[in-house]
């Protein structure tokens, strides 16, 4: 399949483990987030989006913070499973204009069982 | 599955040549988006099309082109390849141009030599 983020940072974590992935934003307008998992051979998934109305959002097993003052995102994965290794981008809207979106960089999540 | 199809999945092409990718949306979206994503690195836009017209373009130069059409299927079109253009073209489909989320084909890897 494809290799996706061959050079990104990597965040190792034992199965059952929390993870915890960070991400800064650049556009202090942005005003819709959203995490995505891409493993390899695929397209990135929608994991959880939060809008900039709200500094917390939560899914199953995943919780997205958001710190409007510092620009910064992040994913918090409970109890991490073996399926959770992909890599993990955040995605901002671009001027505001809903599902255009600006991609972070991307980390690498690897589960040891 | 998120029911978005690209074609085809792999593709050579000689630089100075042209190149067409295509896109199946998920049935019912109206919204097409293609991003340009390079080994390690995260998905950037480049252009967005909401029932047939162009809504948004990202910082992609004129030989970067596209396509909806009334099924809203939708082509990528790139002229005059370049090296660099060598990466993995991602099409995502939506329910419109707002806050929807965003669902993704597998992608096509395009190599430029």
């Known amino acids: 399949g494809e290799s996706v983020g061959l050079h990104l940072p990597t965040l190792s974590v034992q199965e059952g483990d929390n993870s915890i992935i960070n991400c800064a934003y650049s556009n202090s307008a942005s005003d819709y987030f959203i995490w995505y998992k891409q493993e390899s051979g695929k397209g990135p998934q929608f994991i959880i989006d939060?809008?900039?109305?709200?500094d917390k959002r939560q899914g199953q097993r995943v919780t997205v913070l958001l710190n409007k003052t510092v620009k910064h995102l992040s994913l918090q994965i409970a109890a991490t499973q073996p399926g959770d290794s992909a890599v993990y981008f955040c995605a901002e809207n671009i001027n505001n204009a809903g599902n255009m979106l600006t991609f972070g960089g991307g980390t690498r999540l690897m589960v040891k069982p | 599955e998120t029911g978005v199809t690209q074609s085809p999945t792999h593709l050579i092409k000689t630089r100075g040549q042209q190149v067409t990718l295509r896109c199946s949306s998920q049935s019912g979206h109206n919204t097409v988006s293609w991003y340009q994503q390079a080994l390690g690195q995260g998905p950037q836009f480049i252009f967005q099309?909401?029932?047939?017209?162009?809504?948004g373009r990202g910082n992609f130069p004129p030989r970067f082109s596209g396509l909806q059409f009334p099924n809203y299927s939708s082509e990528l079109n790139v002229n005059a390849l370049e090296l660099d253009d060598s990466a993995l073209y991602l099409c995502?489909?939506?329910?419109?141009?707002?806050?929807?989320?965003?669902?993704f084909g597998q992608g096509t890897r395009l190599t430029v030599v």
């Open positions: 099309y909401y029932r047939e017209e162009e809504n």
């Open positions: 995502a489909s939506s329910l419109g141009t707002g806050e929807y989320e965003a669902f």
């Open positions: 939060i809008r900039s109305n709200m």
